[in-house]
């Protein structure tokens, strides 16, 4: 019951979230292009705005292509494609936030984009997942790992007793 109240209010809190980040994300970016304006000028700013977007555009280009092909060979090979699907979903929302105009968001798009920093973001959402679909509690996995039981079973493995269920 406790639970369920838990996910009540979490469902309660996120139109709220939404708003707050509608109404402070534009507002954040205005002020940073208006900021660099006055540092840089008006013309250096649209410029500067326009070869971060090209520079976006491309590298969403490449490296959504490079996820597809590893996300196709995952496939092909009978592997569970985790990691490929976590960088597609990355790329995706980094393209997306590229396509925004503003210092902000790009930011944070080439932070989903690049290659050298995926890593971070897609160690960041696999945490967030994790703990969303198992309620927060990870008991197998990666020594020392957030939410992780700090040594694994050195034996040949738990035992997981359940119930297969066909519909």
């Known amino acids: ?35 660099v304006g006055q540092q840089i000028g008006g013309w250096p700013t649209l410029a500067l705005l326009l070869v971060e977007s090209a520079l976006g555009a491309w590298l969403v280009k490449r490296e959504g292509a490079r996820t597809w092909r590893a996300l196709a060979s995952a496939l092909n090979s009978g592997r569970m494609p985790s990691r490929q699907l976590s960088d597609a979903a990355l790329v995706l929302v980094g393209g997306t936030l590229l396509l925004t ?4 968001t790009d930011a944070v798009g080439f ?23 198992l309620g ?14 700090p040594n694994p079973p050195s034996g040949p493995g738990d035992v997981i007793e359940g119930e297969i269920v066909d519909r």
């Open 101 to 104: 105009p503003g210092f902000l």
């Open 136 to 149: 927060g509690i990870v008991t197998v996995g990666r020594a020392g790992g957030p939410g992780r039981r």
């Open 1 to 35: 019951m406790a639970q369920r109240v838990t996910r009540m209010a979490g469902r309660r809190r996120w139109p709220w979230l939404l708003t707050l980040a509608l109404l402070v994300v534009p507002t954040a970016e205005l002020a940073i292009i208006i900021w």
């Open 111 to 133: 932070f989903f984009i690049l290659p050298l920093t995926r890593p971070l973001a897609r160690g960041v959402l696999e945490t967030v997942v994790t703990r969303k679909l």
